[in-house]
């Protein structure tokens, strides 16, 4: 009788972020509340609009978060690399204040998609 030799797979990784594709993370943190800045590019309130364009304009986005602490932050998830320096720099070089909203010291960092319990945003 043939004997059948079994090999387990490698194990999977659990260290992933995927809807077909992998994503990255990031949140930018205005350090100012942008919440009254949700105009038109263009327009006197346009800060939100300013930053979604800058982002969008280096990779493709999938989600966004709402805005968060006091209205100062967002999280973005985005499919392919991101370059969060280089997005951090052209969010600081946006024309100082946008919508009313100064840029200058805003910040992009690069996180997983984790949500402890004690920080769930409801």
Do not use: H, W
Not at 48 to 69: F, H, M, W
């Amino acid at each position: 009788m043939a004997k059948l030799t079994r090999t387990n797979p490698a194990a999977t990784t659990t260290d992933v972020e995927t809807v077909g594709a992998d994503l990255k993370f990031f949140t930018v943190d205005y350090i100012n509340a942008v919440n009254g800045g949700a105009g038109p590019i263009g327009s006197s309130t346009g800060a939100q609009a300013a930053v979604l364009q800058i982002i969008s304009d280096r990779c493709n986005i999938v989600a966004i978060g709402p805005l968060v602490d006091s209205n100062t932050q967002q999280t973005f998830a985005a499919e392919g690399e991101v370059n969060v320096a280089t997005m951090q720099a052209a969010i600081r070089a946006l024309a100082n204040p946008t919508g009313g909203v100064n840029m200058s010291t805003a910040t992009v960092t690069a996180t997983k998609l984790g949500i402890l319990t004690a920080n769930v945003v409801t």
